[in-house]
């Protein structure tokens, strides 16, 4: 009996009271394929059909062609899979597994899921960015027009405690052990010379020649590297049945690999989709690799693609008790123990481009991230970086929401980018040769020469390159164009140019180019297009403002005309520069940063001077943070912490952000730096606040207390900007008689008391002045009599008379 079986009962009756549920399974349990059967049989369930979310395409399909054959039907029947070009299903279909892109389609196609009475998400530790995405548009639905509809998330490692804070803290909770024997681990690293699947075909030998093994799991990060080792594995090990598994295999392929051998032992060679979903029979030994192939966004390309990385502790332990299924076994790591390994991998949503995630929200009418409820919500540097691009490619307005162009991007299962090149391909006769360009940016394989070349290539000599070519064949049905058979030449600049029009460069000087985004970006002297007049930099890597390109394509300057009418227009374009020390016009034709003609601007408009010295001022923001802004920073700081955000934000960066609000109604007639360093922004900043709440201000955060002394003593604001209290800065003789911390915000604030010595350094530091009069005041009193004889130490500073002066002052005095 499998360990989820006791639990199933309680997962029916759970999912009747709920429509949300967490369970925890260990590998092993056999979550996977029995919760969803059971599930189909549940009352809510009837007439309906469930989702099955797996992260991996191997894992949906062999989890669909398992769970079939528990019903004795074919596959596509009751039980089905539908993955990206690959689908078995039929009317009769009941429970679909599915991989993450697919469930994000089928949501926005139909965002009321009709038919579909719950979604199940499994394997959700690994946190993809579709499964974050799937979750998130699944709860809207679920909380706003389906409340019917059920969502299961399942892991064997997940903090239950986060997902809880998103799903409700009343949602249940079902934990299930695993099925686990004793496994040895032995860690074998590569010597230093050695490659990777050398090294692995030496560890197979190894475990092979010990009496007690079975069958052997080989796991390695991708496809390129199952088939070195399967083919040195087949040239050594003749009397073992070698077998490959990854997900590009078809399903009977895959189905081949796991039946079990009667005849001799197997060692099957596979991706880390043996980590997840799937139980090899027979197999009592895992030899791991330690590396994954996951998707990483690359600045260089500005694309999402597959990287090879070290996998993460939760995923080695994974891959490590595959080898405890059925009984005592041993695991073989392809490292040194002293290995460091992070404990989990990180949401793929804090290190991906958000540009995707972002046109989808788009497509389901949401334009900020605060609108949905996320397990990690989206950065928001990604975020605005993002939006940023789209806004560049024509995707979204500035409210963020699709154009008609976004429109149809979001229908293709590609990069924005990507997907409006291939667009805007049509109207330039050049939709097959986007296709197959797209195929190549995308795929598996990088191509590090010059991408004329590759692409050439694979278009005259497609059986080479099959991936290629299956994935430039299903573009290029979906634009309903044919690939060609034969190419000499290709307009890639044009087409690249659509996609990246961000790194359109321009030759400042032979190697040297500067970037439509302002950035400055080098190739090598040697290089055949280093003086070419302009270029798309298609590769580069950036550090700060200077960038390496690595590969680039060509762009004749009459394209840019074509491509980009706005480059036609002419445009006053007034900046402040340093050299000069005055504000420069001119009339430009350009793209982006990139000047393309230009004329002298003999008198500068007052509404553009206006706007060109605002834009100067981000640049020089020293000028408006004075000590009288700081302040007043600091007291709405405050505010905001104590009272709450109904006051404003006057942060540093939001204060530049809305220049135009607060300070533009203040420049009329300013066409000098020197004017706008004598303005005084601090008073301009309390006008945007209504006569009540300068009022108010004023009331809860008072420029200056009255002390003992008599005197108005200033309060210092500044700390709050850090999180501290403001700070009174007085002499401790001024501060006799006061029995307790004053404090501001009606009693919710007790200021930090800086009490100095005649010479005006701090003596005591503290937020808790009776306690300093009773127990630190007599040994500063004990040590500073002696030093400063002209001030009074009094015994007792609660009755002492407060004062400011000698005590030859003080005689004086009236």
Known sequence: MLPIEPHLV???????????????????????????????????????????????????????????????????????????????????????????GVLTRMLQDDPLLEGVGGIIFDEFHERSLEADLGLALALDIQQSIRDDLRLIVMSATIDVVALQKVLGPEVPVIESEGRQYPVETLYRPAPHEASLHTQACRVVREALAQPDTRDVLVIMPGVAEIHQLVSALEDDSRDVDVRALHGRMTLAAQQAVLERNASGRRVIVSTAIAESSVTVDGVNVVIDAGLERVPLFQPRTGLTRLTTRRVNRASADQRRGRAGRQGAGRCFRLWSREQPLVAFGEPEIQQADLARLILELAAWGVTSPDQLTWMTPPPQGAWKSGQALLRKLGVIDRAGTLTPLGRQSADWPLEPRLAVMLIKSADLNASATACGLAALLEGRERVDGSLREALVQRFNQPARFADWHREAQRLARIADTPLPRHVNDLPLGVLLALAYPERIGQCLSPGRFKLANGKTATLPLRHMLASEPYIVAVNLE?????????????????????????????????????????????????????????????????????????????????????????????RMALLREVVGDSWPDWSAQQLIDTLDTWLGPYMAGVTRMSQLEKMPFHTFMLNALSWDEQTLLERLTPVSLTVPSGRQATLDYAPCLEGR????????????????????????????????????RPLQVTQDLCSFWTNGYPAVRKEMRGRYPKHPWPEDPFTAPATARTKRGQTKAP
């Open 10 to 100: 309680s997962l029916q009756e759970a999912l009747s009271a709920h429509n949300r549920l967490i369970l925890v399974a260990q590998p092993g349990a056999g979550k996977t394929t029995r919760v969803p059967l059971t599930l189909l049989n549940s009352q809510w369930a009837q007439g309906q059909k469930l989702l099955l979310l797996e992260p991996r395409r191997v894992a949906a399909r062999l989890a669909a062609s398992f769970m079939a054959q528990q019903l004795n039907e074919p596959l596509g029947r009751t039980v089905g899979y539908r993955m990206r070009g690959d689908a078995r299903v039929s009317a009769d279909t009941r429970l679909e597994v599915v991989t993450q």
């Open 542 to 634: 950036s550090i700060a403002s200077e960038a390496t390109i690595y590969q680039a394509e060509p762009l004749a300057h009459d394209c840019l005309a074509s491509l980009y009418p706005v480059t036609q227009q002419w445009v006053n374009r007034i900046t402040w520069s340093d050299a000069q020390g005055r504000l420069v016009g001119e009339r430009v034709q350009c793209l982006g940063e990139l000047v393309l003609a230009s004329q002298p601007l003999n008198e500068l408009p007052a509404e553009d001077v206006t706007q060109a010295l605002l834009t100067a001022l981000t640049q020089r923001s020293e000028v408006i943070f004075n000590s009288h802004v700081q302040q007043l920073q600091g």
């Open 725 to 760: 209290p403001p700070v009174l800065a007085i002499k401790l003789q001024e501060a006799f008689g006061w029995q307790a911390t004053p404090t501001i915000a009606e009693g919710r604030v007790a200021v930090m008391m800086h009490l100095l010595s005649p010479a005006r």
